[in-house]
């Protein structure tokens, strides 16, 4: 018989079709995968975490959005901005015109350059704040009459933060959001007088965090890397963590309202890095540090940390408008200290402007006893001392530490004193302070103190000034017997115009309730004597400003009268009363009074001071 021949369409029958090979083969190729991805699950959560800090910068940023819009934009007047910028060439310096002619020369030819504009609204800004400091014109506010100076101010505030919503809000310019969130934040009422004042703090938070995103951006792109510190070329993604509990190189110990992280360079990183003005904790990869710090390197990672699969972090507790200046080495810096040093351990109590008074009493000095408390106690005494990176401040600094002592350091190997041009590797673990917050992470609020740290702070330096030699004029009895106006001098911002008037009517309202009078002055007084006057205090007044920080060495049922910023960003001494157990008043300067001179009515400060004295 015959065989039948295979036709054409039995052998297309017999046969895989072309999708179905396909189908086959990516099927393979996922069981591949995934038997890839089961075998090494790290992949899976450096994706997994990829994608969470991607959404929760997502929804950060329509957060941010909304509440900018709180303050509505101002088309920028060409003819509004020359008047303005003709004011401030009168006010301007030398050295300040030569760039703003050079930048605004610049800017004609290319008015879309963020970073031009950025600088000519930042010196317009500069020349209001000079004029502010050496003028009278919050004088007018204490007898209700108008100030000629304040549309002359709003004028200038007004162009330059067109300038600046232009950069920010077209380019996502870091320094542009920044200063943005301070003219909200200092100045809502000159820049924008139709808006609630509180709206304005909400957009001026949203800013803040505004400015540290497209930092992070900035540095993702590698320009960071230009300026020889850090940059992060060689990172799959950089988060900023508020919650350092949420990662697992880090180990958290609670200590009442504040926390001790225990922060060890991921699995694949070398080093955890400590750098900058504010002492940024981050594990970023490195760049080569220039020999003079003039000059600038290129953007050359270190090939021993190079790992472009990894995630970065930057630790910190809030929105950090100003975080490029941490990556920028051209800041002046002791060229006596190392530009970089090399650690095994290091504890960090520096922080955002450490060494300034109000911070290095009430958030540094804590710190310190904290860490401290907690190496003592989870150390063994064979186990080396940790270094600790202190700021590098002024003399309140030395005399804290003298003070308190080295005993109370024990716990601590070497004191470093860190310039902010150093930066500081470490290869095994850092130990750090946090705490909770529950507000906006670029409200001021976000960056005042746990109260257990206030306490921690109050309860050493007392204790230490108590324990040591009297003052040489004689110690206080300590107790309520005092009124105390803290002074500010005549070349700070918020003098008080009006001392002597308000110096006589709180001396008045004292004497009547046979209690003594004393006008502190910070500059002449040393610490043990400012812990001596203020302990004797049942009253504290005074403006704004670090001398109320000494409030710190109050008795509980003392009082604290501040001639206060009414912005919501001033909180601090609010705060710092209910922490502390005083009495808090305030009696509300004008709005913007930020650098000006404070003129408030002596008869209702003494009004005032009388209410809390007989409260």
């Not at 472009?308 to 080495?329: E, G, H, K, N, V």
């Not at 063994?380 to 990176?389: G, I, K």
């Not at 040591?468 to 700070?492: F, K, M, N, Q, Y």
């Not at 060495?553 to 009414?566: I, R």
Request: aromatic fraction near 6%; charge should be neutral.
């Amino acid at each position: 018989m015959a065989r039948k021949r295979k036709t054409k369409k039995d052998e297309d029958e017999g046969a895989l079709s072309p999708r179905t090979v396909l189908v086959a083969l990516l099927i393979a190729a996922i069981a591949a995968g995934a038997a890839h991805l089961l075998k090494h699950p790290a992949i899976v959560e450096e994706w997994a975490e990829a994608s969470s800090n991607l959404n929760a910068t997502a929804r950060a940023r329509r957060r941010d959005s909304e509440l900018m819009k709180l303050v509505p934009a101002t088309p920028h007047d060409k003819s509004a901005f020359d008047r303005a910028v003709a004011w401030c060439a009168r006010n301007w310096d030398d050295e300040s015109k030569r760039v703003a002619e050079f930048t605004l020369e610049r800017l004609s030819g290319e008015p879309s350059d963020a970073g031009a504009a950025t600088t000519v609204a930042n010196l317009m800004i500069r020349a209001v704040e000079a004029h502010m400091r050496a003028s009278n014109w919050s004088a007018t506010a204490a007898i209700s009459a108008p100030s000629p100076l304040r549309q002359q101010y709003g004028d200038v505030l007004g162009s330059a933060g067109s300038l600046l919503r232009q950069a920010a809000d077209d380019e996502d310019h870091h320094g542009a959001h920044y200063s943005l969130a301070l003219l909200y934040k200092l100045y809502p009422g000159l820049m924008a007088s139709n808006v609630k004042v509180e709206d304005a703090a909400k957009a001026g938070a949203a800013r803040a965090c505004a400015a540290e995103r497209a930092t992070i951006r900035w540095l993702k792109q590698g320009s960071a890397g230009r300026y020889g510190v850090a940059a992060a070329l060689g990172c799959l993604h950089v988060r900023v963590e508020r919650k350092w509990s949420r990662r697992p190189n880090v180990e958290i110990t609670n200590y009442d309202g504040a926390s001790v992280g225990e922060i060890r360079p991921p699995d694949n990183h070398s080093k955890i890095v400590i750098q900058g003005l504010d002492s940024v904790i981050h594990d970023l990869p490195l760049s080569p540090l220039a020999d003079d710090r003039k000059s600038i390197p290129p953007p050359i990672i270190r090939p021993e940390y190079y790992a472009p699969d990894r995630s970065c972090t930057i630790y910190s507790r809030s929105c950090y408008p100003a975080l490029w200046r941490q990556f920028d080495p051209r800041n002046p810096i002791d060229h006596s200290r190392p530009r970089e040093l090399e650690l095994e351990e290091a504890a960090v109590v520096d922080g955002f402007s450490g060494a300034s008074y109000y911070h290095w009493l009430c958030e540094t000095v804590p710190r310190l006893l904290i860490l401290g408390e907690h190496l003592e106690k989870t150390r063994s005494n064979n186990a080396p001392r940790v270094p600790v990176l202190l700021p590098a401040g002024g003399p309140h600094v030395e005399a804290t530490l003298r003070l308190l002592g080295r005993a109370a350091f024990s716990a601590f190997g070497v004191l470093h004193k860190r310039e902010h041009g150093t930066v500081v590797r470490v290869s095994q673990k850092v130990f750090a302070l946090t705490w909770g917050n529950e507000d906006h992470p670029g409200a001021a609020s976000a960056l005042l103190p746990a109260p257990s740290m206030l306490r921690k702070a109050r309860e050493a330096i007392v204790a230490a000034a108590l324990a040591g030699p009297p003052p040489d004029a004689g110690r206080h009895a300590r107790g309520r017997t005092t009124v105390v106006l803290a002074s500010r001098h005549a070349d700070e911002s918020r003098a008080l115009g009006n001392q002597e008037a308000i110096a006589a009517a709180l001396a008045h309202v004292a004497a009547q309730r046979n209690l003594e009078f004393a006008l502190f002055d910070g500059r002449v007084t040393t610490l043990p004597e400012t812990v001596d006057l203020f302990g004797s205090a049942a009253l504290v007044v005074g403006v704004h400003g670090a001398g109320l920080a000494n409030a710190l060495f109050c008795v509980e049922g003392a009082a604290l009268l501040e001639l206060s910023l009414p912005e919501p960003e001033f909180g601090e001494y609010a705060h710092l009363a209910g922490a502390l157990g005083l009495h808090y008043a305030s009696v509300p300067l004008p709005h913007s009074n930020f650098e000006a001179r404070a003129w408030p009515k002596p008869s209702a400060v003494a009004a005032a001071a009388a209410a809390l004295l007989d409260a």
